[in-house]
């Protein structure tokens, strides 16, 4: 049974700086696909960046050029660093990892992030 494990969230003021980290461990059955997702109060989850094996990544527009996503594969382990914080940045931020062709798709247990102005 996979376990991903996230730490890093917090509270930080606008303008600062968090790094999240997330480890998968268990029966993992694809890491092709690792990203970060994020839910804000009175809002849907959204797509905040992931990344592929191989080092692709996508980005969602409201945070490119502030947030990096990067993954070290011997660890199973996916990062976010996060830059330049600000107020509309406040959520859970849940990580995920799967793969498309085996189906696999396993989530975190979600950590908060909270930045004040």
């Known amino acids: 049974q996979v376990q991903l494990v996230e730490s890093g969230g917090g509270l930080v003021r606008a303008g600062g700086s968090l790094r999240l980290s997330c480890a998968a461990s268990g029966t993992i059955v694809s890491t092709n696909l690792m990203g970060w997702y994020r839910q804000a109060p009175g809002k849907q989850r959204e797509l905040v960046a992931r990344i592929t094996r191989s080092g692709t990544t996508n980005y969602a527009d409201s945070v490119k050029g502030r947030f990096t996503i990067d993954r070290d594969n011997a660890k199973n382990t996916v990062y976010l660093q996060m830059n330049s914080l600000k107020p509309e940045d406040t959520a859970v931020y849940y990580c995920?990892?799967?793969?498309?062709?085996?189906?696999?798709?396993?989530w975190g247990q979600g950590t908060q992030v909270t930045v004040s102005s």
């Open positions: 995920n990892c799967g793969g498309v062709i085996s189906g696999f798709n396993a």
